[in-house]
Each structure stands twice: as structure tokens, then as C-alpha cells.
């Protein structure tokens, strides 16, 4: 089927589903923790995050965007992908093919940087288990199963140092709100 134009977050399913190299280290796990991280490291360096996703789903294995489903059945519906099930261990896994060249697509210089970079260290340096593990932080462990986390809580997963200059400044602004209450 062609002529279904492929919004932004199909587009970088397609992309992480044709850049891992071996089908076999890319099962579902793994697709939702390289988005999980591509869209939380690109809000937090650049107050945006690539696939256009604002909320992501708890599940039992780590956050999980919300569109995911829709996006893989939009993809083989148009030929660009095929889902297969396979059996790992006695489980059952997702893989995913690419059948197109994913290369034309455009995304920005820091997308592209950061996608690869996911891609790379998911698929070559984490098992399904090691990366639901990593994405099991303060903020997963923060919602409950099926909650939507929305993807600006990442900024509060990392601590920073509070600072001399941050004190003053909230102690003006508690000063501002009591002259505010009593006058």
C-alpha cells in the first residue's frame, strides 16, 4: 500500500527497525526502551523529544509510547515492515524486518545523533532484561501499571545541586507570595 504518509513517530519506528543490524537483538522490549531513551535524552538536552510522543504508558517491563501498536500495524499495512514472532527460551518474541530503506527520511542533526547512538548501545550492549532493568529508575518506580508518565518528568529524575543563588531566589519569591497573602 503506498501513498499512506507516515507521521513522525512511524517514521522513527521504521528507522530504529532498519538501523539494528541483526533482527534478532530487536524485539518489542528493546523498540520501546531505544524510544523510551531517544525521546527522554532528546527532552532533556533540547526540551523535545524526537518521535513527537508527550507520554509514554508504565508497563511491566518499563515505560512503553503510547502510539506503539498503532505505529508497527501502520508499518506493515504499508510494506515498510514485517513482524514476526519467534520463540526465545521458551517465550515468545517480536522481531522486526525492515522491508525499506529507512535512510531518506528526514530528521534533525541532533535526532539523528541521538537515535544512533541509542540504537548502537540497545541492540549491541543490552539484552531485553538488562535495558527494561536500566529503564526501571525514580520515575517508572513513581507511577503505577498502566499510568501515563509524561515525558517532562524526566527532568526531575536527575538531581542537581542546589545552589546559594537558588536559595535566595526561592526565599524572594516565598517573600513575594506572604506580602502578596497579607496585603
Same mark, same amino acid.
Given at each position: 500500500m =503506498?501513498?499512506?504518509?507516515? #507521521? %513522525?513517530?512511524?517514521?522513527?519506528? @521504521?528507522?530504529?527497525?532498519?538501523?539494528?543490524?541483526?533482527?534478532? %537483538?530487536?524485539?518489542?522490549?528493546? +523498540? #520501546? *526502551?531505544?524510544l523510551?531513551? !531517544?525521546?527522554?535524552?532528546?527532552?532533556? +538536552?533540547? /526540551?523535545?523529544?524526537? =518521535? /513527537?510522543?508527550?507520554?509514554?504508558?508504565?508497563?511491566?517491563?518499563?515505560?512503553?509510547?503510547?502510539?506503539?501498536?498503532?505505529?508497527?500495524?501502520?508499518?506493515?499495512?504499508?510494506?515498510?515492515?514485517?513482524?514476526?514472532?519467534?520463540?526465545?527460551?521458551? @517465550?515468545?518474541?517480536?522481531?522486526?524486518?525492515?522491508?525499506?530503506?529507512?535512510?531518506?527520511?528526514?530528521? =534533525?542533526?541532533? $535526532?539523528?545523533?541521538?537515535?544512533?547512538?541509542?540504537? *548502537?548501545?540497545?541492540?549491541?550492549?543490552?539484552?531485553?532484561?538488562? !535495558?527494561?532493568? +536500566?529503564?526501571?529508575?525514580? !520515575?517508572?518506580?513513581?507511577?503505577?501499571?498502566?499510568? @501515563?508518565?509524561?515525558?517532562?518528568?524526566?527532568?526531575?529524575?536527575?538531581?542537581? $545541586? +542546589? =545552589?546559594?543563588?537558588?536559595?535566595?531566589?526561592?526565599?524572594? *519569591?516565598? %517573600?513575594? @507570595?506572604l #506580602?502578596?497573602?497579607?496585603?
Amino acid at each position: 500500500m =503506498t501513498g499512506v504518509r507516515l #507521521n %513522525k513517530f512511524d517514521r522513527v519506528v @521504521h528507522y530504529i527497525c532498519d538501523r539494528c543490524d541483526d533482527t534478532s %537483538k530487536l524485539g518489542s522490549t528493546k +523498540l #520501546n *526502551k531505544i524510544l523510551w531513551y !531517544i525521546d527522554s535524552f532528546s527532552y532533556r +538536552l533540547h /526540551g523535545e523529544t524526537v =518521535t /513527537g510522543e508527550t507520554h509514554y504508558v508504565k508497563r511491566r517491563f518499563g515505560p512503553v509510547p503510547r502510539r506503539i501498536l498503532a505505529s508497527l500495524e501502520r508499518l506493515q499495512r504499508t510494506g515498510r515492515l514485517h513482524v514476526r514472532e519467534v520463540e526465545v527460551f521458551g @517465550h515468545p518474541k517480536r522481531e522486526f524486518v525492515s522491508l525499506k530503506d529507512a535512510g531518506a527520511y528526514r530528521f =534533525t542533526e541532533h $535526532a539523528h545523533e541521538i537515535m544512533d547512538a541509542v540504537i *548502537k548501545v540497545v541492540c549491541a550492549d543490552h539484552t531485553a532484561m538488562s !535495558i527494561s532493568d +536500566l529503564s526501571h529508575d525514580i !520515575i517508572w518506580e513513581s507511577a503505577e501499571l498502566g499510568e @501515563h508518565i509524561p515525558i517532562y518528568a524526566v527532568l526531575a529524575a536527575v538531581p542537581g $545541586a +542546589l =545552589t546559594h543563588k537558588d536559595e535566595r531566589w526561592a526565599d524572594g *519569591k516565598i %517573600k513575594e @507570595h506572604l #506580602n502578596q497573602l497579607a496585603a
